[in-house]
């Protein structure tokens, strides 16, 4: 079974900054691509960004493209979203998310197999 663990999530005040981690138990069965994505209150999942392994490439979503960095681990297969100039629009629940459709966007998340938890955000103003 695999796991997604994620940590690094809290309360700031805007204008902070946040470094969310997500470590998955077995490297094998995640896919090419591990990604962060966001969920406020009452609307969708929608991806902050993604990392694939197959080319060491990273995407990026609309909400937080200039605000957030995201890297990988490899030895450790852990997963770290950085994110600056917080806002308190950022306020929302981000969950790591492993295992992306073979085809397809991966700002669907509908398609994406496994999932951690979520860590909650929330910034003052």
């Known amino acids: 079974q695999v796991h997604l663990v994620e940590s690094g999530g809290g309360l700031v005040q805007a204008g902070d900054s946040l470094r969310l981690f997500c470590t998955a138990s077995?490297?094998?069965?995640?896919?090419?691509?591990m990604a962060w994505f966001l969920q406020a209150s009452g609307k969708e999942r929608e991806v902050v960004a993604a990392?694939?392994?197959?080319?060491?490439?990273?995407f990026y979503g609309s909400s937080l493209k200039d605000r957030s960095a995201i890297s990988m681990d490899n030895v450790n297969n852990t997963l770290t979203l950085q994110l600056n100039r917080l806002e308190p629009e950022d306020t929302a629940v981000y969950c790591c998310?492993?295992?992306?459709?073979?085809?397809?966007?991966?700002?669907?998340?509908?398609?994406?197999?496994?999932w951690g938890q979520g860590t909650k955000i929330t910034v003052s103003s």
């Open positions: 077995e490297r094998a069965d995640i896919g090419d691509a």
């Open positions: 998310a492993a295992d992306p459709p073979a085809s397809g966007p991966y700002h669907n998340h509908q398609l994406w197999i496994y």
């Open positions: 990392f694939r392994w197959s080319d060491g490439k990273t």
